[in-house]
C-alpha cells in the first residue's frame, strides 16, 4: 500500500514539525510495515519553476521535425525578468499557456543536467518539461500544461506538481486490511499522534429508496449489501483531475479515464472496491446469485471463463454480467463513449471472494481487499463519494435514487478479562487502560468489573478473539514495552540418543576426510536410469509431487546418491583432484494408507485419527550416503598419490560401526548402482534379527561414466536410522588381563570365491575363548597356490585372564581354529 | 692368579705400590680424556677398568697383603679404581651427548613439508549452525525436537491456524505431493513439529526445532525451494511475550556476542496472536554509525524472524489446556542467520557441494 504523506495529512491534522520519518516509523510500530519511502523530487534540482508562454514560432526542419522556438515568461527566476528562449519539440500547447521550465542550472532524473545551449538556430536557455522527464509517469506525447490558477510566472513547481509530496509503502499484513485504504493508514496515524481524524466515509446520505437502479440479491450470505447509484450526463471526454491522477499515479495506479480513475480513488481513500457499469449496456435489474454450473463469461480482461457453483456472479436481462466483488464482464465494461454510469459499492463474503480469485487465478486490488475483508457499512457512503466526484470533474448530473440492498453483519462482541493484556505480554496494563486502548482503535467497550465486552468496529473484521484485542493493547502501548525475562524451564534431558550419535556421525566422517554437502533432494527417472536401477528397484517408487521446481526432477528421492554424484562431478570439474562427499538425509518412500485425513481444529483428533494421520504419510528414513571419486590420498613427497577404492567405501562404514558401537558384519553382495564384484551389503544384528542397513563398494562402470566421475570410484548408502537403532547404548567396562599374550599365525588355502570374513569367523568361532583378537594381514594369490585359489594369512592373539598360556594351550587353540576353518571353508593350511 | 696369601709374608708386591698405582690411575685417566667417541672409550674400558686391567690384576692382589697391610693398600686402589669408573661415566656421558647431538643433527628433516597426504573433511555450516543453535537452547534446559519434513496437510496448515480458506495458506507457496488430495505436503515451515510435540507431551514444553523447510521459491542468491528454519516453542503456565523477549535476547546474545539484543514490531502470523518481528541488533555496526553498514544496510537493524504468544485456537487443536497454559514460539531462517553471520553474499553456494566452499568452515564449532 503507497500512500501519499499529503492524503493522509489531509485526513489527519498531524502537527507540521512530523516528519515523514517519524510518521512511517511510528505507523511501523502499530503494525503498518514501512517499505519504503519515495520521494518523486529527490532526483531534481531546480531551478524548476512555473513560466508562461508568451510566443511560439513553429520552424519546419530538415529531418522533417517542426520545432516550436518559444520565448516563455519565467518572472524574476532568471535573474533578469526578460523573457526566456527556449526550443521545445512538443505541440500540444498555446500561447499562454502555463508549463514547468527547468532553468540552466537545472538537473533532471538521470542526472540530466540542463544549460543554455545553441540547438536549431537558437540558444535554448532550459527546457519546457514533459511529465516523464520529470519522473512523473509514462506520458511523454507532450509537455506539461498547468490548470490556469496554477501559479505564477517564476513560482517554485515542485509544490506546484506534488514533487515535495511523499510517499510511503508500507507492508500490510493480512489481518490489516483496513490499512489497505487512506481511511485506515490515517486512523492509525491519528492514534500515533493524538491527531484529530476525519473519516472520509463520515458523510451525509440520502435515505435510500426504490427510485435507483433495482438490484436483487438472492444470496445474502455471499452479498450481504449491495449500493447502487447512477449518474448521467458525463462527458467522456472529461479529463481527471490533475491531482487525482497525481495520487492515482503515487499510489501505484496507472490513470486510465475520468469514471474509472474515481472508482479507483475512492477505492484508496475508503477501502471499498467499486464497480462502475456503463449503465446503458445493463438491461434491467442487477441481480446476485451463485453461478450454476457450465455457466460462462468472459470478463474484462478478455478471457472467457467456466465458472463454478460457488463463484458469485451479478447478472442483467442479458445473463452474467460480472463475476462479483472481482472482475466485470466485458458487455457492460465503462469505455470512452460512456455517459452514464452505474456505481456498485457492495459487500462481499471474504471467503467467496478468495476461493473465486484462487479459482480463476484473478488478483486485482479490489480482490485483495474484497477476499480480506472490507468494512460493510461504508458501501452507501463510498457509491456517494463516486457520484461526488463524477459530477464534479465529469459534468454529469445524479440520477434521483439510492438503490441500498441487505444490512451490514453486526461484529459479534468478544468477552475478555481486562487482565488478559497484561497476563499475555507481561506489560504492566492496568484494566482502565486496557479499555481506553480497545476504545483508542475503535472497539465499543462495557466493562463489568474485571470482565470487559468489547465490540469491534466495522473496519476490523480480523477481531474476533480476545487474543486479537490483546495484540491491539499491546501495538498501542508498544511492543518495546515488553520486558526482557528469561524463561526457567524445570530442566531438560539434553539431546537426545539419536541426536548425540548424528553428530558423531558427521564428526567420524569429516574426521575421516569427508566434506558434507547438503543438495536439494529431488530426483527423475534420468537420474535413477543413471543409477542403472532396474525396473522393479523398490527405489524407482517414489513420492511424486504435484507441482515440482523441474520436470526432470518430479519426486522427493529415495537415495542420497544422484545428488551427492551430481556435486562430485561438479568439483571435479571445477578442478579438483578428486573428492570424498558425504550427506546425511531424509529419503521417502511412498505409504499405501493415504489419503491423509483433514481434521477440523475445534478439539484435539484422537489417538486413533492421528494414527490414521501418520500412516498416511510415506516412511521417511534418514540416510547416509558417502561419495569417494578420484584422488583420496594425494601424491606428494612420501610417494604417489592413491585414487579411492571400493576399500576406502566400507573402510569408512567400519570405521563408523566402530565409532557408534555397532557390530558390523560386511558380506558379498550385488546391487545397482554398485559394481557386482565389489559391493558390500552391510548387515547389523545377530541371529533372526540381521538387517541389510545399506551397501558400500565400487561403483558399476557405466554409472561412473554416465554421472561423470571417474572410474572405480566408490560409494556407500545405507539407512543411518536402522544403524543407529543397533548402536551400543551402555557400553560395558572391559576386564583386562596383564598376563602374557600368546602370538600365532596360520596361512590358509582357500577358494578365491570364499571370502576372508568366513575365513575369518570360523576362525574365531573354532579358537574359543583364549583368542583375543585376529586379524588378517595377507591375502596372496599366484602360481604357488593354484589358479582359483588364495593364501590368507591371520595374525592369531591369545591370553588367558588368569594364567600365563602354555605353548600346549596355545597349540590346541590354534589347531581348534584351523580346523573349524579347514571344515567350513574347505581351507587348507598351508 | 695368586692363592690367598694365608700366611705372613710382608712381602711387597710391585702392583700395590702407591707410585704403581698412581701411575696406572693417570695412565687411565689420560686415555679416558683422549677417547674421542664411544668406540675408542670402549677400548679404554676394557684396557683400564677391565679384568686385565693394571687396577683390577692390583685389587686382586690385596688379599694377599698382611691384614694390617690390606686396608691402606684397599683404600688407596679403591679411590684409584673410582677415580677411573667415575671419569669412565662422565666421558661416557659426554661423548653420549656427542653422539647423540650429531645424530640428531644428521636426522633433521624439513618441517615444512606439506603433511596433507588426505585431505580435510568438514561438515557443512548449515549443520554447525544448527548445532550451536540448538546447543544454546540446551543449555537454557529446552529441548531439540524434530518431525518428518514429508507432512500431513493438516499439521503444516490446519492444526496451525491456517484453514483451508485462510489468505496465508496461499502466501506460502507449497510443493504438494501428488494427487493434491492426498493432503500431503512438503512442510512449508517447521511449525508441524510444534504441532506434533503437543500433541505428544504434556506442558511445561520447551523445544527448538531446527529443520528443512520446502516452499516454491525461484532458486535466487537470497531464495531457494529448499531452505532450513530453527522454531522455538514454549508452553507453560504464566508464560508472557516477555518470556519470549528474554527467550531470542538470550538468544542472540550467545549467537552474536554481548549486547546483541532484539526488539519487537507488530506482525501477523496465523498460529500467534500477539504477533511480532523480531529483529536482531546489528552486530557489525551495533546501530552506531549504521549508514554506510552493508550488513543491516544502514538500518541498525537486521529482520531474523517472526514470533508472538501461541493462538489459544492453536492450543486446542493440538489438546492444550488453553485456559491453564499459555505459550510462545518464535522462528527463523538458518540459511539466512548464516548468511549474515558469515557474510555470505550467494545463498546457493550453500547447496552447491563446493568442497572449497564447506572446507572453508571446517573449524566452525
Known amino acids: 500500500m503507497k500512500a501519499p504523506v499529503s492524503w493522509i495529512r489531509e485526513l489527519v491534522d498531524l502537527p507540521a514539525e512530523v516528519t515523514t520519518e517519524a510518521l512511517a516509523a511510528r505507523l511501523t510500530d502499530l503494525g503498518l510495515k514501512l517499505e519504503a519511502i519515495e520521494r518523486p523530487g529527490d532526483q531534481i534540482t531546480g531551478p524548476l519553476v512555473v513560466g508562461r508562454v508568451l510566443t511560439m514560432e513553429p520552424e519546419p526542419q530538415k529531418n522533417g521535425k517542426t520545432i516550436n522556438w518559444c520565448t516563455v515568461d519565467v518572472g524574476a527566476a532568471n535573474g533578469t525578468g526578460e523573457p526566456q528562449g527556449i526550443v521545445c519539440g512538443a505541440h500540444n500547447f498555446a500561447p499562454g499557456d502555463l508549463v514547468v521550465v527547468v532553468l540552466p542550472g537545472g538537473v533532471l532524473p538521470g542526472g540530466f543536467e540542463i544549460s543554455a545551449r545553441k540547438t536549431y538556430g537558437h540558444v535554448s536557455a532550459g527546457m519546457i518539461c514533459s511529465a516523464r522527464e520529470l519522473g512523473l509517469g509514462d506520458d511523454h506525447d507532450g509537455i506539461i500544461v498547468l490548470p490556469a490558477d496554477a501559479g505564477d510566472p517564476g513560482a517554485d513547481a515542485f509544490a506546484v506538481l506534488g514533487l515535495d509530496d511523499e510517499v510511503i509503502e508500507f507492508e500490510i499484513n493480512p489481518d490489516r486490511a483496513y490499512a489497505l ?44 449489501v449491495f449500493a447502487a447509484r447512477t449518474v448521467a450526463g458525463l462527458d467522456p471526454s472529461a479529463p481527471s483531475p490533475d491531482w487525482m491522477v497525481r495520487r492515482l499515479t503515487q499510489a501505484g495506479m496507472r490513470p486510465i479515464s475520468l469514471a474509472v480513475d474515481v472508482t479507483n480513488y475512492v477505492m484508496l481513500e475508503t477501502g471499498r472496491p467499486i464497480h462502475g457499469y456503463d449503465a446503458d449496456k445493463v438491461r434491467g435489474a442487477l441481480r446476485v446469485r451463485r453461478a450454476t454450473a457450465g455457466e460462462r463469461l468472459t470478463t474484462l480482461d478478455g478471457t472467457d471463463r467456466e465458472l463454478s457453483p460457488e463463484d458469485l456472479v451479478v447478472t442483467d436481462d442479458s445473463g452474467i454480467i460480472g463475476l462479483g466483488g472481482v472482475m466485470g464482464g466485458a458487455t457492460t465494461e465503462m469505455s470512452g463513449t460512456t455517459t452514464r454510469v452505474l456505481v456498485e459499492a457492495a459487500h462481499w463474503d471474504p471467503v467467496s471472494m478468495f476461493r473465486t480469485g484462487k479459482r480463476h487465478k484473478l488478483s486485482s486490488e479490489a480482490g485483495k481487499r474484497n477476499e480480506r475483508g472490507v468494512d460493510p457499512t461504508i458501501c452507501g457512503a463510498a457509491a456517494d463519494r463516486v457520484v461526488e466526484l463524477l459530477v464534479a470533474h465529469g459534468g454529469g448530473v445524479a440520477e434521483p435514487g439510492f438503490t441500498l440492498v441487505g444490512s451490514p453483519p453486526e461484529p459479534d462482541p468478544i468477552v475478555l478479562g481486562g487482565q488478559l493484556p497484561a497476563r499475555v505480554t507481561g506489560i504492566d496494563v492496568p484494566v482502565d487502560a486496557a479499555v481506553r486502548h480497545l476504545e483508542a482503535v475503535g472497539c465499543t467497550v462495557e466493562r463489568d468489573g474485571d470482565t470487559l465486552t468489547a465490540t ?73 536410469d543413471a543409477l542403472g536401477l532396474p525396473a522393479d528397484d523398490p527405489r ?27 556435486a562430485a562431478a561438479r568439483n571435479l570439474g571445477r578442478g579438483a583432484a578428486g573428492v570424498s562427499l558425504f550427506e546425511t538425509g531424509t529419503v521417502a518412500f511412498p505409504s499405501d494408507a493415504g489419503p491423509a485425513p483433514i481434521y477440523g481444529v475445534e478439539w484435539r483428533p484422537t489417538e486413533a485419527e492421528l494414527e490414521k494421520l501418520y500412516d498416511a504419510l510415506p516412511a521417511q528414513p534418514l540416510h547416509l550416503a558417502v561419495v569417494l571419486a578420484g584422488e583420496r590420498e594425494r601424491a606428494g613427497w612420501w610417494g604417489p598419490g592413491r585414487e579411492a577404492g571400493w576399500a576406502d567405501a566400507v573402510g569408512l562404514v567400519r570405521r563408523l560401526a566402530a565409532e557408534l558401537g555397532v557390530a558390523l558384519t560386511v558380506r558379498a553382495a550385488s546391487l545397482a548402482p554398485w559394481h557386482p564384484g565389489r559391493c558390500a551389503e552391510l548387515v547389523v544384528g545377530d541371529g533372526d534379527d540381521q538387517v541389510v542397513v545399506g551397501h558400500a563398494g565400487e561403483l558399476h562402470p557405466r554409472v561412473c561414466q554416465a554421472v561423470g566421475v571417474p572410474a572405480r570410484s566408490a560409494a556407500v548408502e545405507l539407512d543411518l536410522d536402522a544403524l543407529l537403532r543397533y548402536a551400543e547404548d551402555v557400553v560395558p567396562g572391559p576386564e583386562l588381563s596383564s598376563f602374557p599374550v600368546a602370538k600365532e599365525d596360520v596361512a590358509l588355502l582357500v577358494d578365491a570365491s570364499v571370502t576372508a570374513a568366513e575365513v575369518e569367523a570360523a576362525l ?50 590354534r589347531d581348534a581354529a584351523v580346523a573349524a576353518a579347514v571344515a567350513r571353508t574347505g581351507a587348507v593350511q598351508r | 692368579m695368586s692363592g690367598p696369601n694365608t700366611d705372613y709374608d710382608p712381602v711387597e708386591v710391585t702392583p700395590l705400590k702407591p707410585e704403581e698405582v698412581e701411575a696406572a690411575r693417570d695412565a687411565a685417566l689420560a686415555a679416558i680424556a683422549g677417547a674421542a667417541d664411544l668406540e675408542a672409550l670402549k677400548q679404554v674400558r676394557i684396557d683400564h677398568a677391565g679384568d686385565r686391567s693394571a687396577l683390577a690384576l692390583a685389587n686382586r692382589e690385596i688379599g694377599a697383603l698382611p691384614p694390617q697391610a690390606r686396608k691402606e693398600a684397599g683404600q688407596r686402589i679403591g679411590q684409584a679404581r673410582g677415580a677411573v669408573t667415575q671419569a669412565l661415566a662422565a666421558r661416557q656421558a659426554v661423548l653420549e651427548a656427542e653422539h647423540e647431538e650429531r645424530m640428531l643433527a644428521e636426522e633433521t628433516v624439513d618441517v615444512t613439508l606439506p603433511t596433507d597426504r588426505v585431505p580435510a573433511g568438514a561438515r557443512h555450516p548449515l549443520t554447525t549452525g544448527s548445532e550451536l543453535i540448538a546447543d544454546i537452547f540446551v543449555a537454557m534446559g529446552w529441548e531439540v525436537a524434530e518431525g518428518p519434513v514429508i507432512e500431513a496437510e493438516w499439521l503444516n496448515f490446519d492444526a496451525l491456524n491456517l484453514g483451508p480458506d485462510h489468505p496465508a495458506r496461499t502466501m506460502q507457496d507449497t510443493f504438494w505431493t501428488d494427487p493434491p488430495e492426498s493432503g500431503v505436503v512438503l512442510r512449508t515451515h517447521t511449525s508441524p513439529v510444534q504441532a506434533r510435540t503437543m500433541l505428544t507431551r504434556t506442558p511445561p514444553i520447551y523445544v527448538v526445532c531446527p529443520g528443512r523447510v520446502f516452499r516454491t521459491d525461484e532458486y535466487d542468491a537470497t531464495h531457494s525451494p529448499v531452505f532450513h528454519q530453527v522454531e522455538g516453542l514454549a508452553i507453560d503456565e504464566g508464560i508472557t511475550m516477555a518470556h519470549l523477549k528474554g527467550t531470542l535476547d538470550h538468544f542472540a546474545t550467545a549467537m552474536f556476542g554481548e549486547g546483541i539484543t532484539t526488539r519487537f514490531r507488530p506482525s501477523y502470523f496465523p498460529f500467534t496472536e500477539p504477533s511480532a518481528e523480531v529483529d536482531l541488533r546489528c552486530f557489525v555496526c551495533r546501530g552506531v554509525d549504521s549508514q554506510d553498514c552493508r550488513t543491516c544496510r544502514g538500518e541498525g537493524w537486521i529482520e531474523w524472524g517472526g514470533c508472538g504468544v501461541v493462538n489459544p485456537r492453536v492450543l ?10 499459555t505459550g510462545f514460539a518464535f522462528g527463523m531462517g538458518i540459511d539466512r542467520t548464516l548468511m549474515f553471520r558469515h557474510d555470505i553474499e550467494d545463498l546457493r553456494a550453500l547447496f552447491e557441494g563446493d568442497v572449497r566452499f564447506t572446507t572453508t568452515f571446517g573449524s566452525e564449532l
Open chain 1, 540 to 566: 524407482r517408487r517414489t513420492v511424486p509431487l504435484a507441482n515440482p521446481i523441474s520436470t526432470e526432477e518430479p519426486s522427493y528421492t529415495t537415495t542420497l546418491l544422484p545428488g551427492l554424484l551430481k
Open chain 2, 316 to 325: 486446542t487443536a493440538c489438546g492444550v489446556d488453553a485456559e491453564r497454559y
Open chain 1, 181 to 224: 485504504s487512506l481511511r485506515g493508514v490515517a486512523r492509525d496515524a491519528a492514534l500515533a499522534f493524538d491527531a484529530p481524524y476525519t473519516d472520509p466515509t463520515d458523510r451525509e446520505l440520502p435515505e435510500p429508496d426504490d427510485a435507483g437502479h433495482p438490484v436483487v440479491v438472492d444470496d445474502p450470505a455471499g452479498c450481504p
Open chain 1, 456 to 528: 469491534p468496529p466495522p473496519w476490523r473484521p480480523d477481531l474476533t478473539d480476545p487474543f486479537d484485542l490483546v495484540e491491539e493493547v499491546a501495538r498501542v502501548v508498544g511492543y518495546d514495552q515488553v520486558p526482557s525475562v528469561v524463561p526457567t524451564p524445570t530442566g531438560g534431558r539434553g539431546l537426545t540418543r539419536s541426536q548425540r550419535l548424528r553428530r558423531r556421525v558427521g564428526r567420524t566422517l569429516a574426521g575421516a576426510g569427508c566434506v558434507e554437502v547438503i543438495s536439494f533432494p529431488f530426483t527423475g527417472p534420468a537420474a535413477l
Open chain 1, 764 to 813: 574365531r568361532e573354532g579358537a574359543g575363548d583364549l583368542l583375543e583378537s585376529i586379524r588378517l594381514f595377507d591375502v596372496y594369490t599366484g602360481e604357488q597356490v593354484g589358479e582359483g585359489r588364495k593364501s590368507l594369512a591371520f595374525a592369531l592373539r591369545f591370553r588367558a585372564p588368569d594364567r600365563t598360556l602354555t605353548e600346549q594351550e596355545t597349540g590346541a587353540a
